[in-house]
Structures are given as C-alpha cells and as structure tokens.
C-alpha cells in the first residue's frame, strides 16, 4: 500500500508482545508467521504494531532508551535453540508460567542474562559487525546501555564510570542484530502472504536514552545538560489535569540546522523495517505542549509552534512509496488540521470519539474522508465491548440507532458497529485485536495516566477460533477491502 496508492482496506492492530506462545511475552517466531496467515485467510490487508524500540520501567514503548532499538525480549528462543545458541535445558527453564499476561518482572530479572549466554556462543561475529556499521545509531545504542550497566543504570547525566563490560557491550550488540534478523524473516513472510505491516514511531525520546546522550543539542536542554521544558498534553478526555509525559522537547531550530538529520535517519531505520508507519503525537508538528521541568501535572503549559511543513518537506523524500498516518487525536485546531491535509498523509478516525460531540464529529463514519485511517479504538483506548456497555443509557440508543441495530438485546450490536466501518469511505479501517474478538474491558491494553497494569495484554492461539473469519473475509470482498 503505497501513499501515492492508498487503496481500500481493512486491518488489525496488536502488538508483538501480545503474541501466544510459550516464553514470558510474544516474539519474533512460529506465532507471528501464524498470526500473519490468520490475517491472509480473513481477507485483511494490514497488521499494525506498536513501537519496537525498548519500553521505560513502566513498560510503555513510547518513552524508550533508544529510538534507533529493538526490543531484545521479541527475540524467539526457539530459534537460538534451533542454532545451537541456546541448550535445550535453557529454554525449558524460561518456558512461561502464565499464557494471559505478558511477565515483565521475569523477562527484566532473567532474559538479558540468558541473551548473553547465546551472545557468547556465536562463533562468527562478522555479520553482527557488519549490522552496527550500517547502522550507526544502533551502535550507539548499544554503547549507552553498556555504558548504563557499568553506572549502576544512573541516567546518563550522573554518569562517571567511563569503562564498560566488553560482554555486555557484545551482548546488546547480538541482541540488536537478531532482532532485525528475525523481524526481516517475518516481514519477508508477511509480503509473500500479502499483508503490509505499519509500524509506530512514538513523536517524542526518553531523556535517559542514547538520543539524548548522543545529541543533547538537538533537545531543550539548559547548561548543566538538564530539561527547561518537558513534553505532555493539556487536559482532555482522557485526564483531566492532562497527560505530562515528561520527555525532554527537540530543539527544532537546532534540528532544522542541519536538515533534520536526526529524523530523517530515524524515518529510513523505521521504513527499513515496515511497509508503512504511523507517526504518533503528529499534531505536535504543529504545535506542542511545553511544560516547565518541575511541574506535577500538564495543567500549566502552553503551545509552541513546532516545525510544521518545513519538517514534512525534509523527510517526504524518505517516506515516498511509503504509508504514513498522521495520528492527529487530542486537541486538534484549523492549524492541525491544514498541516495534514498539506502533508498528504491520512489522519485518524477513532469511533468511540464519535458519540462525544454532535452530527458533525469528524470521528462518525459518514463524516470520513477517504484519505484516512478508521478505528473502532486506539491502543490508548477501551475495547469497543468495554466502551459500549460502559456507555449511559442515552449515548448508548443513540450508537445503537446510529448503527441501525434492529436487535432486542443491545450487546448483541457489535457486527453491526464493525459493519458500518467497513462500509464506511475510510480507505483504511482498522480494529484492535481485542475488538476482533469482542473482549472486554479487561483486556484493555493501556490506560493513559495510569503507570501501573498496562501493556500486558495476551492472547492465545485457540482463541482465534472464536472469530467468524469468513464473515470478515465477505466484508472485506463486498466493501472493495480484499487483498
């Protein structure tokens, strides 16, 4: 699906992490090839995942030590075994103890240690060498979680230890080259099944990452190398004192010095991996929220104009042929708005946005454009089942008369409410997994503002079974969405 080609089509968005199989969270393995044929048989043209790069403490992948990084735990176990780079024994010992959540804690005490044997064992290290030459920022990556480990993991800025382990250096440095080996098998699998795979780059950095450290003069930063101002949202539907996510802001003046260097390497790493990607936060192109470092909430920050069009010019070379989606949700004005209508690329559409405003709500299907991206919901999201049965009771007739439901019981409204996206102008719609099989709000994968419980969310083979692919593969070939 190219962006000068945006053909209708319809696709489901989850995470490697929420993958079946047998050690601790998802990976690069037997399970993505399946869920990829799963795809193919229903018709759906797109699997959209969240960010690869390494999460934060809280688990999150949207505030990672490196935006040039993948995740070392996506890597298949089985695989190594199958190499010779892990004994049988090793990997009975990090079979799962549950199937349903993804075990963090475990995966942070136990699996960078079990990388490291494997790192150890690999006899030649020339194609890893070859890796890291060709992609420098990796590299550099991979100095700074070295360089973190030998600081008893301090931020960056307290660092004085200026020695590093050569095993953990070598290890990171295995971790991040089988990561894009194993991830190029999928991805050359999904094309040959026909299923274009968009990834998400998360707008903003972590201020204890490699990006900093590497180029603090690409952020607000003052003279002691600590943030002035840190990123967030203003009060919205989802808090009510805002969102401060508390990432260190660019320094767009200084990026513009050199052509947006940074991000024009960061679009080529993410193209390198995906057919497509969607750049969260776009409105932040436009305009971002500043708030003063120190503050406890969002509430006291104000918008700064960002880099606008000039941004979009430097990278559209990297991103032609490519599908690029504008997540422009939250607060969004006439400057937003005119920002991606110039850029070209589509915006989002999310449902359950739909019933908080009037008939005129850019998120209720008939006022879809074409040049747009669809969703039931978001990972930010309730599922739709949650969503709906947490509706009051007016809202509620309204979605269902909105929907046409004719039913005599109101949750039993779901095909209807799926139906009516695919029948919508939305070149592309989307559904979270959850809403594919009609889970419940305890399946929800993040809640914003929450630090605690997110991100775990698993499923299991068997229960796909519980899909009615062949009504999706009917839609998909009645509404022009067919692969």
């Known amino acids: 699906m190219k962006q000068n080609e945006f053909v209708r089509a319809s696709g489901v968005l989850m995470?490697?992490?929420?993958?079946?199989?047998?050690?601790?969270?998802?990976?690069?393995?037997?399970?993505?090839?399946?869920?990829?044929?799963?795809?193919?048989?229903g018709g759906f043209r797109v699997w959209q995942?969240?960010?690869?790069?390494?999460?934060?403490?809280?688990?999150?992948?949207?505030?990672?030590?490196?935006?040039?990084?993948?995740?070392p735990c996506f890597i298949d176990?089985?695989?190594?075994?199958?190499?010779?780079?892990?004994t049988e024994r090793e990997l009975?010992?990090?079979?799962?103890?549950t199937p349903y959540a993804c075990e963090f804690d475990r995966l942070r005490e136990e699996r960078f240690a079990l990388l490291r044997k494997a790192a150890k064992r690999v006899k030649?290290?020339?194609?890893?060498e070859n890796f890291l030459e060709t992609h420098p920022r990796t590299a550099a990556f991979c100095r700074f979680?070295?360089?973190?480990?030998?600081?008893?993991?301090?931020?960056?800025?307290?660092?004085?230890?200026?020695?590093?382990?050569?095993?953990?250096?070598?290890?990171?440095?295995?971790?991040?080259?089988?990561?894009?080996?194993?991830?190029?098998?999928?991805?050359?699998y999904a094309k040959g099944k026909g299923v274009l795979i968009v990834g998400d780059i998360p707008i903003y950095v972590a201020y204890d990452s490699a990006d900093v450290w590497e180029n603090p003069e690409l952020f607000q930063l003052d003279q002691?190398?600590?943030?002035?101002?840190?990123?967030?949202?203003?009060?919205?539907?989802?808090?009510?004192?805002?969102?401060?996510?508390?990432?260190?802001?660019?320094?767009?003046?200084?990026?513009?010095?050199?052509?947006?260097a940074w991000w024009k390497e960061r679009m080529q790493f993410m193209l390198e991996l995906f057919d497509g990607v969607r750049i969260d936060h776009f409105r932040g192109l436009e305009s971002y929220w500043s708030v003063p470092a120190g503050e406890r909430t969002a509430r006291n920050g104000k918008w700064v104009k960002g880099p606008g069009m000039d941004f979009i010019r430097a990278i559209r070379p990297i991103c032609e042929g490519k599908l690029v989606i504008a997540e422009d949700l939250g607060v969004i004005t006439d400057a937003v708005r005119k920002l991606v209508e110039k850029s070209g690329f589509p915006g989002m559409h999310v449902l359950q946005f739909g019933f908080l405003g009037d008939a005129n709500s850019p998120h209720l299907p008939h006022n879809y454009d074409e040049n747009c991206v669809a969703y039931t919901g978001t990972h930010d999201n309730?599922?739709?089942?949650?969503?709906?049965?947490?509706?009051?009771?007016?809202?509620?007739?309204?979605?269902?008369?909105?929907?046409?439901?004719?039913?005599?019981?109101?949750?039993?409204?779901?095909?209807?409410?799926?139906?009516?996206?695919?029948?919508?102008?939305?070149?592309?719609?989307?559904?979270?997994?959850?809403?594919?099989?009609?889970?419940?709000?305890?399946?929800?994968?993040?809640?914003?503002?929450?630090?605690?419980?997110?991100?775990?969310?698993?499923?299991?083979?068997?229960?796909?079974?519980?899909v009615d692919l062949a009504r999706f593969r009917h839609w998909n070939e009645l509404y022009g969405r067919e692969k």
């Open 15 to 41: 995470h490697i992490s929420s993958l079946w199989g047998g050690y601790s969270e998802g990976s690069f393995g037997k399970a993505a090839k399946e869920w990829i044929d799963f795809l193919a048989a």
């Open 49 to 71: 995942v969240l960010p690869f790069c390494l999460p934060d403490d809280c688990n999150s992948p949207y505030k990672s030590t490196g935006a040039f990084s993948l995740n």
């Open 77 to 86: 176990l089985p695989t190594l075994c199958s190499e010779g780079l892990l």
């Open 92 to 97: 009975s010992e990090a079979e799962q103890k």
């Open 124 to 128: 030649d290290q020339k194609p890893i």
């Open 145 to 188: 979680m070295a360089f973190r480990e030998a600081n008893g993991n301090k931020e960056w800025i307290d660092w004085t230890n200026t020695a590093v382990d050569p095993e953990t250096l070598l290890t990171w440095q295995f971790t991040q080259y089988e990561c894009h080996r194993q991830w190029q098998q999928i991805h050359a």
């Open 224 to 260: 002691t190398n600590r943030p002035t101002s840190v990123a967030g949202v203003p009060p919205d539907y989802f808090s009510k004192d805002g969102q401060l996510w508390g990432n260190p802001l660019y320094d767009w003046k200084a990026m513009k010095q050199d052509g947006y």
């Open 382 to 466: 309730n599922t739709l089942l949650g969503y709906v049965w947490e509706l009051d009771p007016s809202t509620r007739a309204r979605l269902l008369d909105y929907c046409g439901f004719k039913g005599e019981h109101w949750d039993a409204c779901y095909p209807d409410i799926q139906r009516m996206m695919w029948e919508s102008h939305a070149k592309l719609v989307i559904l979270p997994v959850q809403d594919l099989l009609l889970y419940g709000s305890d399946t929800r994968f993040n809640v914003p503002g929450r630090s605690e419980g997110n991100w775990s969310y698993r499923l299991k083979r068997e229960q796909l079974n519980e």
